[in-house]
């Protein structure tokens, strides 16, 4: 399976307002401050999925990408934004030790999740193909997701994770989770299944969404042709 060409005619859609720009710029910073300046080691944690995430977003607003790569990571920042929501809902604030750095994890989280909606609402992205089916496109885009995640945490984290010996994305001992569902010897293998599983639903809600939202405006427009008459 291959994956669509942006058009060319809609590459300014994709280029981040300048608020979006300010306050990604100053979130990269703080992060990168908290992180230098926490216990040894603790610049790995740049490796988490929510940091990783505004490497994404930061490479959105400055780097020199072509459409075609920011369409592609805005594809992915879609189904990647419920491990936001997962982080508020079940927060793990142990060894947040430093002045403001709660606060300033919920605020970068809940940024995480404004910035896609943004997007989505303003027409500046969308989940739906311009042709062909949607249910195709559907799983290209999630076993893109799910495959980029696998080949970055399984490739990259374990290994730092062995090597430092820092529990970097829950990649040494499994995550505080309810009723303790991913654990024992397999719970990497559970944690990857998970993720695939909130990866499918959030990218299912957002289509869904987007689907009965373009089939409202077209039943709208008629409603306006026949008060025009």
């Not at 290209?140 to 799910?146: D, G, I, P, R």
Request: contains cysteine; glycine residues 6%.
């Amino acid at each position: 399976p291959t994956l669509p060409n942006y058009p060319a005619k809609k590459a300014s859609d994709l280029d981040p307002p300048l608020f979006i720009k300010v306050t990604t710029f100053f979130i990269f910073i703080c992060q990168l401050a908290y992180k230098i300046n926490g216990y040894p080691g603790k610049i790995l944690f740049m490796g988490m999925p929510c940091n990783v995430i505004w490497t994404m977003w930061t490479a959105l607003c400055f780097w020199p990408l072509t459409p075609q790569a920011m369409h592609i990571m805005y594809q992915l920042i879609v189904p990647y934004t419920i491990l936001s929501v997962v982080a508020v809902a079940t927060p793990d604030l142990s060894d947040l030790k430093m002045w403001m750095e709660v606060p300033f994890f919920f605020f970068i989280h809940l940024a995480q999740i404004a910035y896609p909606i943004y997007f989505l609402l303003s027409g500046r992205i969308s989940v739906l193909p311009s042709s062909g089916g949607i249910v195709s496109e559907f799983l290209k885009w999630w076993t893109l997701a799910c495959a980029y995640f696998a080949l970055f945490y399984f490739g990259v984290a374990v290994p730092l994770s062995v090597v430092f010996g820092i529990n970097l994305n829950y990649m040494l001992s499994p995550p505080p989770n309810p009723g303790d569902v991913v654990s024992g010897p397999n719970f990497r293998l559970q944690s990857t299944l998970c993720c695939a599983g909130v990866f499918f639903f959030c990218r299912f809600l957002v289509t869904a969404v987007a689907v009965f939202g373009r089939a409202a405006s077209k039943a709208t427009v008629p409603e306006f042709n026949k008060k025009d008459l």
